[in-house]
């Protein structure tokens, strides 16, 4: 099945709205969509809204922030009910300090004769709680500082560079629970794109699993074919479903479109068997 269950609207750093997003996937070919913001539910009633409209089969999700073994990993919740007030008081949390932790990237960017990028990075802000790395990102290269946003992040927003803040997010079992409390499936994202030795990628699966975590992405847009290969092997190690998403964010910058993904290995048990009951 063409299922894309990984995406970014305006909501958070995508540049498209829930509704264009929407139009997208269904012009694309996906036969079940999933918004899934970070750290943000606010776009999912648009979102089931214009996929109901479309005919477009739709689960809801979140993308969630969590610090783990002193890294930040990414858990997306799919097929949750986005009113449960314990998942939405949560992610309004995770939230907080986002600003706070912006100001001090536009000090360190200062610092090297980069200037007034709070403000540069506040004109492509969506959500006024969610303002992100990537906003940077699109600020500097506007602005002409770099050619292209993985650019910026290179010389600028990861570690040891001097746009970058460390920050404390969610812990791995709240945002396990959050979700699964709400009914839903938490999923491990993309995780070939996190820096851990293998005895820290041991932990977050085993304790994930432990929490009641129940799938990972192993088809998604910023992995390899061999990492694809990599990753189902996972998936049947830990008994974990399959799940498969673009993480598209922009036209400009992404790039895997929705719904141009490579298919999900036959082996695996697919997340959206397990979430039948939750498409809405
Ligand atoms: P934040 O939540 O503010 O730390 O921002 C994280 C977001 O930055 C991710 O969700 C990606 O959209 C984006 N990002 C992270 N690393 C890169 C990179 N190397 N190139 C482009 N975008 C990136
Ligand atoms: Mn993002
Ligand atoms: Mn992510
Ligand atoms: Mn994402």
């Known amino acids: 099945m063409n299922a894309d269950l990984h ?41 089931l809204t214009a996929a109901r409209a479309l005919g477009l089969p739709y689960l809801t999700g979140t993308e969630i922030s969590v610090t783990f073994a002193n890294q930040t990993v990414h858990i997306v919740g799919l097929g949750f009910d986005h009113l449960n007030t314990a998942l939405t008081e949560g992610l309004r949390r995770t939230r907080g300090g986002r600003s706070e932790r ?18 540069g990075a506040l004109k492509y802000v969506g959500n006024p709680e969610l303002i992100s790395r990537t906003h940077f990102a699109r600020h500097l290269v506007d602005t002409g ?4 946003t993985s650019e910026v ?22 945002a396990v629970q959050w979700i699964t409390d709400a009914g839903g499936m938490a999923v491990i994202a993309h995780p070939a794109r996190y820096g851990f030795t293998p005895n820290e990628e041991y932990a977050l699966f085993s304790e994930f699993k432990a929490h009641g975590g129940r799938g990972v992405e192993v088809i998604t847009g910023s992995h390899s074919s061999q990492e694809a290969v990599r990753y189902a092997e996972t998936a049947l190690e830990f008994g974990l479903a399959a799940s498969r998403g673009s993480d598209f964010h922009s036209p400009d910058e992404s790039r895997i479109d929705l719904g141009t993904l490579p298919w999900l290995p036959s082996q695996l048990t697919p997340v959206w068997e397990l979430l039948a009951d939750r498409i809405q």
């Open 7 to 47: 995406c970014h609207s305006v909501i958070s750093d995508g540049t498209l709205t829930p509704e264009v997003l929407a139009e997208r996937a269904k012009a694309n070919g996906v036969e079940l969509w999933a918004l899934t913001d970070h750290d943000e539910v606010g776009g999912q009633q648009r979102a």
């Open 102 to 119: 912006a100001q001090e990237m536009s000090e360190g960017l200062a610092k090297v004769g980069i200037l007034n990028c709070y403000e």
């Open 145 to 148: 500082v770099c050619s292209d």
């Open 153 to 174: 992040f290179r010389k600028f927003l990861t570690e040891g560079k001097p746009g970058y803040v460390p920050h404390r997010w969610a812990r791995l079992q709240e």
